[in-house]
């Protein structure tokens, strides 16, 4: 069919009319419009309407004038597809329009010729334009068709050259899994690369990446002179040293048309054609693979190719071998490792079990024996929790999870073991994950029987609690003693050396000034008695209670050394038993004295929480702070004893106390209490 850009002019686009009409097929359906026009207006035209009646062609006028009106329009269709079509129906149908209009007796005829016209017009275009289309679809079906059958042999042809690359390879992997001793592998990799090229030469050289060198390690078909000259080759220097700095393959057709490839030692070999390609693995290169004829040869891509493949075969195969003589070393290793855990683990003299994934024991030294009193296979597959009567099951399952999901915090858990024959002891449980090729296989769990030291603790503690007993003891009796005689005393002999000032008027003016100083220093003495009375013991705690106490230590603070106290209530405040109220008050008075002496703070803020049956107390300054070290015993090394001497009070309570410190940004003392 025509070319249907020319459509759009017979649909009006005014610029592609003088193209349309240089179209042949334009001007006949305009002959035809025409002629059809003039026989169907033939009754108005005297000369053509004569000849119609004297030839009596009324019934065959209106014949031709039909197949007239039909043939432009399925013309233009044809020609023009169904935009031309269309347009001739429209332009054949204003043609006939006037007729209705000058012939009035036949204006309902001629209205609905017109009708049937232009229907039957669009109908005929619509049909030949589905034609045509489908005419053209089946034309791209059939042209894509074969597109699809010459990509098909393509790839046919790609796919056998393919299994043709992929036999060679494949024969060379078999070959090359034989063995992982680096010299066999190389010495089949020589066989199977004359094998898959067809060559008369290989080489095989392998990369020292510190000395930047090639060595000749696996050859074929070259002499001792040859390979003499060959043994070492740089990097960068020859075909295989730039082969080997770019990792990229390399062919030479004609080594004597090449002043790289030709060498003196070449000529006299006789190599001509050679390709060469890196080795391989993990994308480095481990070497070069040569092949090589001695006449000229064009090898091709495809073949190129397949040396590369094999290369790359073999460098994998190359690695392999290192990494299994490795292993085989490091195996050794571990086997001399294993044997050496095992000497510590048996002869260890601390209990240790292998606790497995499945819950149950897998392993246990003597040291277990003699701390359960079960044997090592009794012991094995029991669960670690039958011998821990002071902790759950289900808190042990959930130490030992959380080993082996990898949380270890290196904390040690203390708890109590009943042994075989009822008795029981307190041990220290350190668990830690056991690892394998970065995954966890189990858990080590280190017992340490700790019953003595335990119980010495107890008695230390308790040691302490009756020596801070008899020292606050001690301190009440001192404190009473000091108030009750030497304050008294001191009171007594102020007052006789004033009356004996103030009577004696025959004294000499020197001794009355003598005896004023002489009471001055007592009234003195007599103060620093009674202050030292009141740090021993005040009698306000005793009397009012804790925050009337702490009151007096805040002015103390104040009005000696200047440094802004503050003491804030939270709750009700109540009476707390004897006990409680001095520990917390001798914690206070510590807390402040390390205030007055190191902080070089300007405001102090003490706060008692009464809101719950636990009594909480805050010392917090602003001080300059100090760091803290990983553990609260590490205090004593930094000489901070008096931070010891406020835990051991709080723990003799029932109680905790936590330290919050860091440099410049001050220091918070949080003590807390059953009250």
């Known amino acids: 069919m025509t070319d249907h850009t020319s459509v759009g002019t017979l649909a009006g686009t005014g610029g592609r009319l003088p193209q349309v009409m240089r179209e042949p097929h334009f001007w006949v359906i305009l002959a035809i419009m025409s002629c059809g026009t003039l026989l169907y207006y033939a009754d108005y035209v005297p000369v053509i309407s004569g ?56 204006a309902g005829e001629s209205a609905v010729e017109v009708a049937a016209f232009v229907f039957i017009g669009g109908f005929v275009s619509w049909l030949i334009d589905v034609q045509a289309r489908e005419k053209s679809q089946h034309r791209e079906t059939i042209s894509s068709l074969e597109w699809t059958q010459r990509e098909l042999r393509s790839h046919i042809q790609a796919l056998e050259n393919e299994q043709k690359r992929l036999s060679a390879i494949n024969a060379v992997l078999s070959a090359l899994a034989e063995s992982l001793e680096l010299p066999q592998i190389l010495h089949l990799a020589m066989e199977k690369v004359r094998g898959v090229m067809g060559v008369e030469i290989s080489m095989l050289f392998l990369l020292d990446e510190e000395a930047t060198v090639l060595s000749l390690e696996a050859y074929h078909g070259i002499s001792a002179e040859y390979v003499h000259v060959a043994e070492k080759i740089k990097v960068g220097v020859g075909l295989n040293g730039r082969v080997a700095q770019t990792g990229e393959p390399l062919a030479v057709s004609d080594s004597s048309s090449s002043p790289i490839a030709q060498t003196e030692a070449g000529r006299r070999e006789n190599i001509q054609a050679q390709v060469i390609v890196p080795l391989k693995a993990k994308g480095k290169v481990l070497g070069t693979l040569c092949a090589a004829t001695r006449g000229p ?72 024996e003699n701390l359960t009193g079960y ?43 009943t042994k075989r024959d009822g008795t029981e002891a307190t041990v220290e449980m350190t668990p830690s994950t056991m690892i394998r090729d970065e995954k966890p296989v189990g858990v080590q769990v280190i017992l340490r029987d700790v019953t003595e030291q335990r ?57 009355l000034e003598r005896l004023d100083e002489l009471r001055e220093q007592t009234d003195a003495i007599l103060a620093g008695v009674r202050r030292f009375s009141q740090d021993l013991r005040p009698p306000v705690l005793d009397d009012l209670g804790l925050l009337p106490a702490l009151k007096w230590l805040a002015v103390a603070l104040e009005e000696q050394d200047g440094i802004s106290a503050n ?18 008050f001798r914690i206070a008075q510590e807390a402040l004295n390390n205030v ?9 803020e003490l706060t008692l ?26 205090l004593a090394a930094l000489g901070k004893l008096g931070v010891l001497g406020m835990q051991e009070r709080a723990r003799l309570l029932g ?9 410049d940004e001050g220091t918070r003392i949080v003590v807390s209490a059953p009250g």
């Open 596 to 604: 007055r002496k190191h902080a070089h703070a300007s405001a102090v």
């Open 297 to 368: 040869k064009e090898f091709a891509p495809e073949e190129v190719g397949l040396l590369n493949s094999v290369g790359n075969a073999v460098g994998v195969a190359i690695e392999n071998a290192r990494l299994y003589q490795k292993e085989k070393h490091t195996s050794q290793r571990l086997r001399q490792s294993e044997q050496n855990y095992r000497g510590l683990f048996e002869n260890s003299t601390e209990a240790i079990f292998i606790h497995g994934f499945n819950g149950k024991i897998i392993g246990a030294n003597r040291s277990c």
């Open 655 to 663: 109680g905790s106390l936590t330290v919050e410190s860091k440099p």
């Open 375 to 417: 044997t090592s296979a009794e012991m094995t597959g029991m669960e670690l929790g039958s011998f821990l009567s002071g902790q759950g099951k289900e808190e042990i399952d959930q130490i030992i999870a959380r080993q082996y999901r990898g949380e270890n915090d290196g904390s040690s858990y203390e708890l109590r073991l």
């Open 567 to 584: 003491i804030r209530m939270l709750g009700d405040q109540r009476r707390l038993p004897l006990d409680v109220e001095l520990t917390l």
């Open 609 to 634: 929480d009464f809101r719950d049956s636990i009594i909480s107390m805050t010392v917090a300054d602003n001080g300059k702070g100090f760091s803290l070290p990983r553990t609260t015993s590490d």
């Open 455 to 511: 119980r010495m603790q107890e008695n230390l503690r308790f040691y302490l609690s009756q020596v801070l007993k008899a020292q606050e003891s001690e301190r009440l009796r001192i404190a009473r003693e000091l108030h009750d005689d030497t304050a008294q005393a001191l009171t007594g002999l102020s007052r006789r050396l004033d009356m004996l000032a103030s009577s004696e008027s025959h004294l000499a003016p020197d001794t």
């Open 51 to 106: 000849i119609e009646s004297g030839l009596r062609l009324d019934f065959a006028r209106h014949s031709v004038h039909r197949i007239l009106s039909i043939l432009p329009v399925a013309y233009a269709a044809f020609v023009f597809g169904l935009p031309g079509g269309l347009t001739a129906t429209a332009v054949i149908a204003a043609l006939l329009l006037p007729r209705v209009f000058i012939a009035p007796a036949e």
